[in-house]
């Protein structure tokens, strides 16, 4: 079964987090997103499938799989799907369970690295924010970023199977997730990075392991992965890097 | 089993949700929160199980839960947890994705409520943030929660089960999270709500029905149900409901 992708085309965004998880599994998909005729067409195809009074879950935003008759939405939602199904997350309980409350942590940590340039919301431009944007930025790096980090250093270093990944033995939708995360951040504030680094050692440990693998650095490497850029989630903006 | 709730003492906060789940299912638990030394050491406990160097699934942030061996965090995974376990979810795939993602929809609009009275983040007091709130909050209630509204009415009306529930024809865990979300909305932003809700007639339904559920109405006038106040997620503040 080929599945297909709805999101907006010209970001990463939360689009992504499903992207790698596709690619990393090897599963055949259509990135609805990019379309040969361009922006506009891919667009226009999304808001046609969001909007098709015959959907019977129909999506509150993208991205949203299609995976047969499955219409499935939120991004840690698909993960969680993609996850069961395709060998990115464990089969019993206890680990299925925690694998989700992971992804669940990173969502809320991105929705803050979202809203650090969107104080005011999600319907106003950055332009209109720039001042409340530098605010809560200097908050977020100074008190809520740490916070995040030392959280999931604390989890890998936990791990009692010996590896440096999230969950037990096997790479899982969040280590994929925390990759992306941190791929972000280096974009969007590489001087913080660049001093916060050396404190979270597995953490980018983990990053240059998921970096290296083979189908996710096939993806990297392709013309398929999208440059960061100042629509997306993660926008380097370098009045707010301080 | 009993089930052990932990979540701070002093707000409904993100545990009532859990909590609306327990009493609906009638579910043997213990309120951590609620402590007959007072809250002081319900803190305290609080504190001590999350710090606990034993924990094998460490938690970012309550609620957390304990079934037994397992110990689960976030709400939306909890709510997951205990929905397929006991009745408030439905049984095949595609049912218990979809009820997933109307809880996790209703996760960011909550997150939503809250950054309008913390659009600095969750680290400042709402006295040092009130200007930006202001903004914000205008914001969420002329944009953002028409869009919440308007988007969990639509699912209402299209549910083809023909009962005025979200999820085919049983009681699901998002129902009893939508029911809280409208309590606190009336709490926090009684003008507006009074305003809006007639466009929302099978929201303000649902709500109705909820609050008629016989475990659900047995709990709301029990003492056991905390009252809204200005330190949790839903606040009332005057100068904000314009």
Same mark, same amino acid.
């Given at each position: 079964m080929t599945y297909e992708l709805y999101?907006?085309?010209?970001?990463?965004?939360?689009?992504?987090?499903?992207? /790698?998880?596709?690619? %990393?599994?090897?599963? $055949?998909?259509?990135?609805? &997103? !990019?379309?040969?005729?361009?922006e506009e067409s891919a667009e226009k195809k999304l808001l046609k499938f969001m909007g098709d009074p015959g959907l019977v879950h129909p999506p509150f935003a993208p991205p949203v799989l299609k995976a047969g008759e499955l219409v499935i939405a939120q991004t840690a939602n698909i993960l969680m799907f993609l996850g069961e199904k395709h060998g990115l997350a464990p089969a019993d309980e206890g680990g299925?369970?925690?694998?989700?409350?992971?992804?669940?942590?990173?969502?809320?940590?991105?929705?803050?690295?979202?809203?650090?340039?969107?104080? /005011?919301?999600?319907? %106003?431009?950055?332009? $209109?924010?720039?001042?409340? &944007? !530098?605010?809560?930025?200097?908050?977020?790096?100074e008190q809520r970023l740490p916070k995040y980090m030392?959280?999931?250093?604390?989890?890998?270093?936990?791990?009692?199977s010996g590896n440096r990944l999230l969950v037990g033995d096997i790479l899982s939708y969040p280590d994929l997730s925390l990759f992306q995360v941190v791929e972000g951040l280096c974009y969007a504030f590489p001087r913080n990075l660049s001093r916060l680094e050396g404190n979270y050692p597995e953490i980018m440990a983990l990053h240059d392991y998921v970096r290296r693998r083979p189908r996710v650095a096939a993806y990297l490497d392709s013309g398929r992965r999208m440059a960061f850029n100042e629509d997306g989630l993660f926008r380097h903006y370098p009045e707010l890097d301080t």
């Open positions: 999101y907006w085309p010209g970001i990463q965004g939360r689009g992504e987090f499903v992207r /790698l998880a596709l690619e %990393e599994a090897g599963i $055949d998909y259509v990135n609805v &997103a !990019r379309d040969k005729h361009g299925r369970l925690w694998t989700h409350q992971l992804q669940l942590t990173i969502t809320d940590w991105v929705a803050e690295v979202h809203d650090a340039h969107h104080p /005011l919301g999600p319907t %106003e431009y950055y332009e $209109d924010q720039k001042t409340e &944007a !530098r605010k809560r930025t200097a908050l977020f790096l030392g959280y999931f250093e604390k989890v890998l270093q936990q791990n009692s």
